[in-house]
């Protein structure tokens, strides 16, 4: 992994001015898209959001760049974000649930935006420790990288984000962290091995590429799957 907020020469950083996160209506014309989402702009024009896939269905981010470039970003390469002094969060894990064929959609970029899943976002099985840190920070940063091998960041305030969010989302405030939650059928219990897995801020894709070995070595069993597992 690349070292995060390392001193390279090739640094350019996006400074933010005071902003204010507010709800919008979502200018998605896909009706499985909830009607709001919680946005901030920064100073450089750049947005970041949340919403929702559906009422209550999965929350995605969505980081976009203000502007035309004549270094366009790389999304191939995944960025890294950051929250306060807390660990940085790669998302190459949500990237990689694309060629992995683990049947999760995790990761769209395309011209000026990346979007990319957060939380499943079932208040029963709790929050992922991201919109959790996202919703109680004071301040992220994303690290997105350049076709040119060279990177930018760009800096959103997160104070008071959380009753935004909250509005936005539909969000309960009594969510709390994940938490297991029992599953029937082996389709369900890989998949929710696999969100859980997502919803975890550490880099490594380990558990994702275990998840998919083991699944296919189950014969559709949970024992088993959870035999070669655990």
């Known amino acids: 992994m690349r070292r995060f907020f390392s001193l390279l020469p090739l640094l350019i950083i996006s400074f933010v001015s005071p902003a204010d996160w507010k709800v919008e209506k979502n200018r998605n014309d896909s009706s499985k898209t909830a009607d709001s989402i919680a946005i901030i702009e920064n100073g450089q024009g750049d947005s970041f959001s949340l919403y ?18 004549t270094d366009t970003a790389d999304w ?9 002094n807390n660990k940085p969060i790669s998302l190459s894990r949500q990237k990689d649930l694309q ?4 049947g999760v959609d995790a990761y769209k970029g395309q011209q000026g935006q990346i979007e990319f899943l957060i939380w499943h976002g079932k208040e029963s099985e709790g929050l992922s420790e ?10 992220l940063i994303v690290r997105y990288y350049l076709s040119s091998g060279s990177y930018k960041e760009s800096t959103f305030p997160l104070t ?3 009753t935004t969010i909250s509005s936005a989302l539909k969000i309960s405030r009594k969510a709390s962290l994940s938490t297991p939650q029992k ?16 919803q975890q801020t550490a880099s490594t894709n380990t558990c994702l590429k275990r998840i ?3 699944r296919n070595k189950a014969d559709k069993e949970i024992n088993k799957f959870n035999s070669c597992y655990r």
């Open 212 to 214: 998919k070995e083991c």
């Open 160 to 162: 008071d984000a959380e």
């Open 52 to 69: 929702r896939i559906s009422n209550r269905g999965e929350v995605w981010a969505r980081f976009k760049l203000h502007g035309d470039f």
């Open 183 to 198: 599953t029937t059928t082996f389709k369900e219990f890989v998949l929710l091995e696999i969100k859980q897995c997502l």
């Open 130 to 139: 991201f919109l959790a840190q996202i919703m109680g920070g004071n301040k």
């Open 76 to 84: 191939n390469t995944p960025p890294m974000l950051r929250i306060d």
């Open 99 to 102: 060629v992995m064929g683990v």
